[in-house]
């Protein structure tokens, strides 16, 4: 799991796919998002603005992320 730190309190999800660098474009994270590719503390989520917290996990294309 690799801890992505965030300034502020939340971040949205497309958003946060971007700064953790698994993404190269917000379209890409866009697709993934919306065909069920991104699961947030294992729930599948097809929503790229879903709000993220500290602590909340993301898991994409094999690699965990956990919102730090």
């Known amino acids: ?12 999800l497309g958003q946060f796919l971007k700064l953790a660098d698994v993404m190269e474009s917000g379209g890409e994270s866009k697709e993934l998002i919306l065909d069920g590719e991104v699961s947030v503390n294992g729930e599948i989520d097809t929503r790229r603005g879903r709000q993220l917290h500290r602590g909340d ?12």
Do not use: N, Q
Request: proline share 0%.
């Open 1 to 12: 799991m690799r801890d992505v730190e965030i300034r502020g309190d939340m971040i949205r």
């Open 57 to 68: 996990v993301v898991r994409v294309l094999g690699e965990t992320l956990r919102v730090a």
